[in-house]
């Protein structure tokens, strides 16, 4: 099955800061979604990207489908940014199934 | 618009009981999941209905699992027998069409003892 990537596993930052975080994919893909987990465990809809490039305040994501692999920024992180990032995929020819990736996990300092 | 619904929030049974979990999609959302996210893990399809059939359920555990989506609208998982490797949280999602986005419930938190 598709294999999906995300990297750094942990990220800490100072509040004000800004991150990238990185999805790598092994297949072409229908859907492409960005969630955030927050500690209530709440699964948050970020984006909706198979390709291209989005903005939603301070968040913003790229998807470079060719190249098979999803970029999100966060500017200016809130320590309300906190929690798991998570990167799923449906390749193209199946289901509309998600994988998932292992998450990211990011804590946010005052 | 209202969000995807679940029900309970939390659960705790012990090993050998069974378990039912509700979920109400979002409106005129055709397709509708079953995750299960286990600790430390990101969510695993369970089972994908397409209004009132099964799309694929190749990861459910079918002599424990079982689901339904009988009206095409709402649905109920059901374990029985629960085990203790069947503790996590239990994660319903919908979508307008396949390969739409998908929006997910609170969730069910499962812990068996």
């Known amino acids: 099955g598709i294999q999906v990537e995300q990297s750094p596993p942990d990220l800490i930052l100072q509040e004000g800061a800004n991150s990238t975080l990185r999805c790598n994919f092994s297949d072409s893909v229908n859907n492409l979604q960005w969630f955030h987990q927050n500690p209530w465990g709440q699964l948050i809809n970020l984006f909706y990207?198979?390709?291209g490039t989005k903005q939603n305040g301070r968040l913003s994501a790229t998807t470079v489908a060719t190249e098979r692999y999803s970029l999100l920024y966060i500017s200016s992180s809130q320590t309300t940014d906190s929690g798991v990032y998570f990167c799923a995929v449906s390749p193209k020819g199946a289901n509309s199934k998600l994988t998932f990736g292992k998450g990211i996990t990011l804590s946010v300092r005052p | 618009e209202a969000g995807v619904a679940q029900s309970p929030r939390y659960k705790i049974i012990e090993k050998r009981q069974s378990v039912a979990f509700w979920c109400n999609p979002i409106?005129?959302?055709?397709?509708l999941y079953w995750y299960q996210q286990i600790l430390g893990q990101g969510p695993k399809l369970l089972i994908q209905?397409?209004?009132?059939?099964?799309?694929?359920d190749s990861q459910l555990p079918k002599d424990r699992f079982s689901a339904e989506r009988l009206k095409g609208v709402d649905s109920t998982l059901k374990i029985q027998p629960a085990k203790l490797e069947d503790s996590a949280v239990y994660l319903c999602a919908s979508s307008l069409q396949r390969d739409q986005p998908q929006h997910f419930g609170d969730g069910t938190r499962l812990s068996i003892l």
């Open positions: 990207i198979p390709s």
């Open positions: 409106s005129g959302h055709a397709t």
């Open positions: 209905f397409q209004n009132n059939g099964v799309v694929d």
